[in-house]
Nanobody, 119 residues
Framework: QVQLVESGGGLVQAGGSRGLSCAAS????????MGWYRQAPGKQRELVAF???????NYADSVKGRFTISRDNAKNTVYLQMSSLKLEDTAVYYC?????????????WGQGTQVTVSS
């Protein structure tokens, strides 16, 4: 059974920084793209950033220049470093990964971690 476990959420002041991490565990043959999504109250879940297995990255326009996504393939872990946080960054952040097991490829989601930006 594959699990994605996030950590690092919490309360942070506007303009501050916060780092999130998400580790995949289980019998994993490989992982392709890993990403972060977020969902604010009353809004749809949106892509924040993703990183390919080769390290290529892509960001939502709203976070470009402020957030950095990275991954450690040896640890099956993806990170999101957030800086210059704004009130509108408040959301539940979810990690996502395309994971290969003996059953084939499937997308997995973390349980979500709350990030609250205060003024």
């Amino acid at each position: 059974q594959v699990q994605l476990v996030e950590s690092g959420g919490g309360l942070v002041q506007a303009g501050g920084s916060r780092g999130l991490s998400c580790a995949a565990s289980g019998i994993i043959y490989g992982i392709d793209a890993m990403g972060w999504y977020r969902q604010a109250p009353g809004k749809q879940r949106e892509l924040v950033a993703f990183v390919s297995s080769g390290g290529s990255t892509n960001y939502a326009d709203s976070v470009k220049g402020r957030f950095t996504i990275s991954r450690d393939n040896a640890k099956n872990t993806v990170y999101l470093q957030m800086s210059s946080l704004k009130l509108e960054d408040t959301a539940v952040y979810y990690c996502n990964a395309g994971v290969y097991t003996k059953y084939g490829r499937r997308e997995y989601w973390g349980q979500g971690t709350q990030v609250t930006v205060s003024s």
